[in-house]
Each structure stands twice: as structure tokens, then as C-alpha cells.
């Protein structure tokens, strides 16, 4: 009986422990598609971007519209930069650190192309209102 009782608590505890691990693995998929989702959705941006970026360089070739055309473009190319930038700094595996520690990654990373996507969404827009009433 006693021993019975042994086994069955061992048995508890270690599914309990499966039960959080798997727990946490599905935290850690899930911020981690959080992050992917908007990467995607920035990397659509990309071609307007460009296209942006060959619009204002003739634009800034009329001596009235050059100053702002060329703020603009500098916008595209910051925002382009800090896309790169993030995406070679980005570490996919996060799979051999402690639940805390990918946690705490991945939301930092977040934060990060949320910065990103900020900043490439309102330098493609600012730039397309202009581009559309200079043309």
C-alpha cells in the first residue's frame, strides 16, 4: 500500500511537470508567432518601400519639393535599416534557454519590431501622401 502511494505521487509530480512544460512551450510558440506575425505583415511593406524610396529620388529632382522629398527618403531608408537591423540581430532558436529567460526574449523582441513596424508604416504613409499630391 505504502508503496502504492509512493508511485502514485511520483506519478502526479512528474506529470505535473509535463503538464507546465508543455505549458510552457506553448507560451513561448506563442509569442514567438506573435513576433513572426508582424514580420510578415512588415516584410509586404517592402516593395512599397522601394517604390517610395524612386518616387521621392525624382521628386527631389524639382528644387521646390527636394528638401522634403529628401526627409522622406531618409525616413524609408531608416526604417529599412532598422528592419535589417533587427532581423540580423533576431535569434530564431531560443530552444536550449529556461521558460523565463525565452519569455522575457521574445517579448523584448516584440517590442522591438512593434518599434519597427511603427516606423516603417508611418514613413510609407507620410511618404505616399506625398508622392500622391506631387505627382
Not at 20 to 44: C, P, R, W, Y
Not at 57 to 71: F, M, Q, V, Y
Request: aromatic share 6%.
Amino acid at each position: 500500500m505504502k508503496k502504492t502511494l509512493i508511485l502514485f505521487a511520483a506519478t502526479a509530480i512528474i506529470s505535473s511537470g509535463c503538464k507546465d512544460s508543455k505549458n510552457e512551450e506553448q507560451q513561448e510558440k506563442q509569442l514567438f508567432t506573435e513576433v513572426m506575425a508582424i514580420h510578415d505583415d512588415l516584410m509586404g511593406y517592402e516593395s512599397t518601400l522601394m517604390e517610395n524610396k524612386k518616387k521621392l529620388d525624382s521628386l527631389a529632382k524639382n528644387p521646390t519639393l527636394k528638401d522634403s522629398a529628401e526627409i522622406l527618403d531618409r525616413n524609408l531608408t531608416t526604417a529599412d535599416d532598422a528592419m535589417g537591423e533587427w532581423m540580423h540581430q533576431f535569434d530564431p532558436d531560443y530552444s536550449g534557454k529556461p521558460h523565463d529567460e525565452a519569455m522575457k526574449y521574445l517579448q523584448q523582441q516584440k517590442q522591438e519590431i512593434q518599434k519597427v513596424d511603427t516606423l516603417t508604416k508611418k514613413a510609407v504613409s507620410e511618404s505616399g501622401r506625398f508622392i500622391s499630391t506631387h505627382k
